[in-house]
């Protein structure tokens, strides 16, 4: 798959996106990022990629010319490509999002930054709008490489185990149970000693007790549309949580 990716600050994509599993699957050629400076793009002497709000007001609006300029560079570089701009005021992204978008051959992302991008680019040129939450960033880079390393993953031979994308949270609507490591001690903590039993029936109903326990306590939301079992029931009357 590939991410084009439209900034001003292009040298903010470096080294995250280098490292981890990102970084070994454009090794491996499974995915290609490649970043545009939407300042290339700007026609004027001074490369201006923003203005002032037409009406007054404060701030910086980000023009449309270079960024259009670079859509239609990159439109003509290869096959039709989604172009999605990240902005506080879009949709919100979550993993179905992400699911979909991995099925797409190249995917255009443009970071919004300062009071916003011209609305006329928002409007006519591109697909969508994505926000990644309820808070605002002083841009959309952060945000692009959100949507760059959660699609990623779930892009065939990236983790290197198959199954592990779809056993995530969010594939299935509760949160991960607790998970450990040695050492079975550390200053003081111990691991729980049903993960030493070596009972894997046991040990599979501690963990989706706590799961439940955990999505009720953190995530009332995602607990609420559960569609509970007599033993999920059972799991979270019958546990003590011992809840700190
Ligand atoms: Cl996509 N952009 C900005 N600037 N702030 C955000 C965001 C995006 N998503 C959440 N906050």
Redesign the pocket.
């Known amino acids: 798959m590939i991410f084009e990716i439209l900034t001003i600050f292009p040298s903010m994509f470096s080294s995250p996106l280098a490292e981890g599993m990102v970084g070994k699957a454009c090794d491996r050629g499974l995915i290609e990022i490649r970043v545009h400076n939407i300042r290339d793009f700007a026609a004027d002497r001074h490369h201006m990629t923003d203005d002032r709000p037409f009406g007054g007001g404060e701030g910086m609006v980000m023009k449309p010319e270079p960024i259009v300029g670079a859509l239609r560079a990159i439109q003509a570089s290869g096959p039709a490509a989604r172009s999605i ?4 005021r ?1 949709r919100m ?1 979550d993993q179905e999002t992400a699911r979909q978008l991995s099925l797409l051959p190249r995917l255009v992302l443009i ?3 300062y009071e916003g991008v011209d609305e006329r680019v928002e409007q006519y040129f591109t697909d969508d709008q ?11 880079e ?3 490489m959100v949507v760059v390393d959660s699609v990623s993953r779930l892009l065939p031979g990236v983790l290197g185990n198959e199954g592990s994308a779809l056993e995530d949270s969010f594939s299935r609507p509760v949160l991960e149970h607790p998970q450990y490591t040695r050492p079975r001690d550390f200053e003081g903590l111990s691991v729980p000693p049903v993960l030493l039993c070596g009972n894997h029936e046991t040990i599979r109903r501690w963990r989706r007790g706590q799961a439940l326990h955990r999505t009720r306590t953190r995530r009332p939301d995602l607990f609420a549309r559960l569609d509970l079992s007599p033993e999920d029931r059972k799991l979270l009357e019958d546990s003590n949580f011992g809840d700190r």
């Open positions: 701009l990240l902005t506080p879009g992204f970071c919004g930054r994505i926000s990644i939450g309820d808070y605002v960033l002083t841009g959309g952060l945000a692009a």
